[in-house]
């Protein structure tokens, strides 16, 4: 929209460029999991995005007729509106359209995509898809996030490991040394104590810093069972309301994530989550 709006780039020019721009990882093959936003409520908040969206699946529908004419039930699966029931944009679809490469993150999850998911997409363009296995740096994930901890490991064995991982295994020596056993308790505790200031700073809510923190981010979905974790968090509470006395550990729920815009249920697992919060 901005190329073609703002910037005046002609439409075949302005898709080339996002086409060439734009890559999709999919990280789930359930197709429950994957967004179908209704088209009422598109055409509502965003109608010029709307209108794009007709236009790249009438072209994009062309090609498929192209390629394969008169296979009506092809035609259908590869659309990127969902016409039975309430009309729904797949975003699925519409990201594999939009993409120059398409990947799943483990080699068997690719091959399945393949297979199953996007198999009309893969059998129109076997070259857009890949495999990228999932991996973590520890030069984000530990030496960036977590820098009291990172300085720790250093004055033990030095900084190779930021670039050779199996280095940590030299940490090995330690881990039965009280005083290094006692020094990674305190980094922990004291990034528990930074997290519950940005808490209590960004959300007004003061949390224990002693207390256990108990954590589950990732997207809202029934099969993730984020209601299954907010219903332990009531029998904790009932158990608490039915015996003050009673030795439990105390414990900080934190549960993070987002649903899909049209997906009912998993709005109302947040909608619980935060009730059971604010009781």
């Known amino acids: 929209r901005i190329l073609l709006d703002i910037e005046n780039v002609p439409y075949e020019e302005a898709w080339d460029l996002v086409v060439r721009s734009c890559a999709y990882t999919n990280h789930t093959v359930l197709p429950e999991a994957l967004e ?3 088209c009422s409520m598109l055409e509502n908040v965003l109608p010029r995005h709307m209108q794009l969206i007709y236009h790249i699946n009438f072209l ?5 007729q192209k390629r394969w004419p008169g296979d009506a039930d092809r035609l259908r699966r590869m659309s990127l509106i969902e016409e039975e029931g309430e009309k729904r944009v797949n975003m699925a679809n519409l990201c594999v359209v939009g ?11 690719s091959d399945i995509l393949k297979a199953t998911v996007f198999r009309d997409f893969y059998e ?32 033990k064995i030095g900084t190779d490991w930021t ?38 700073r960004d959300t007004g809510v003061k949390i224990n810093a002693a207390s256990m923190f ?11 069972r984020q209601l ?8 904790l509470y009932n158990r608490i309301k039915r015996d003050p006395s009673a030795s439990i550990t105390p414990r900080t729920v934190m549960i993070g994530g987002k649903a899909a815009p049209g997906y009912f249920i998993a ?5 619980l989550a935060c009730a059971v919060g604010n009781t």
Not at 60 to 64: A, D, F
Not at 164 to 188: I, N, S
Not at 214 to 224: A, M, N, P
Request: proline residues 4%; hydrophobic residues 45%.
């Open 60 to 64: 994009h529908l062309k090609e498929v």
């Open 99 to 109: 993409s120059h490469a398409v990947n799943g993150v483990a080699a068997i999850h």
């Open 267 to 271: 709005k109302q697992i947040i909608a």
């Open 228 to 235: 299954l974790n907010i219903l332990h968090v009531i029998t």
């Open 163 to 200: 670039v050779h991982l199996e280095k940590l295994q030299g940490l090995k020596r330690w881990a039965k040394d009280p005083a290094f056993q006692r020094a990674v308790m305190k980094v922990k505790q004291e990034n528990k104590l930074k997290l519950a200031a940005l808490i209590e």
């Open 124 to 155: 129109m363009w076997p070259d857009k898809f890949q495999n990228k296995t999932n991996g973590i740096t520890p030069r984000r994930w530990l030496l960036l996030c977590n820098p009291g901890l990172s300085d720790l490991i250093s004055d």
């Open 214 to 224: 108990d954590v589950q981010v990732k997207r809202i979905h029934e099969y993730k």
């Open 36 to 38: 179908r936003w209704p």
